[in-house]
């Protein structure tokens, strides 16, 4: 099992306890350091500094007892907050309707990246149209895809 599968299995009634669910999971090194990311979402509000204060103190006190995780790291609860990552069947299908920028590996029609309104996501393909046309971009295409709720911001 991974290592995010057994933070999951540990975080998931803590998130759960406050009313939040968990976005997404990232265990990865930068530099020198690794670093063990939750990153938390309400369904109906935003999540508060209060809600990652809460589940990162039940938190590291169940990961100090049942010690999954080997090398020393720092954990950070977040927000998903603004211009989310979308990875999961669930994000895709909660957004349909917004805006969205994914950027592909390899070009496709001469570009590697796109912008648009989401209009589907099945068999894990995005369903993207643009102001040109209507797109059908697998998945696993993707180097990314994000939401472009901040967009507006400063206008």
């Not at 669910?21 to 690794?34: C, L, M, R």
């Not at 990875?87 to 969205?100: D, M, T, V």
């Not at 797109?135 to 400063?154: G, Q």
Request: charged share 30%.
């Amino acid at each position: 099992m991974s290592t995010c599968n057994i933070v999951s299995d540990i975080v998931r009634p803590i998130a759960k306890k406050f009313g939040l669910d968990i976005w997404d999971i990232v265990f990865e090194k930068e530099g020198p350091n690794w670093f063990l990311r939750i990153y938390l979402d309400k369904k109906d509000s935003k999540v508060t500094v209060d809600d990652c204060e809460d589940v990162s103190r039940l938190l590291s006190n169940e990961l100090d007892l049942v010690d999954p995780i080997e090398q020393s790291y720092y954990l950070e609860v977040s927000s998903a907050g603004l211009g989310r990552r979308l990875k999961k069947e669930e994000h895709f299908l909660r957004f349909i309707g917004s805006q969205i920028s994914l950027k592909l590996y390899r070009a496709l029609y001469g570009k590697k990246e796109f912008c648009g309104t989401l209009k589907g996501f099945y068999d894990f393909k995005i369903e993207l149209e643009t102001n040109d046309e209507v797109m059908i971009i697998p998945f696993a295409d993707c180097s990314y895809v994000k939401l472009d709720d901040d967009l507006y911001l400063f206008d």
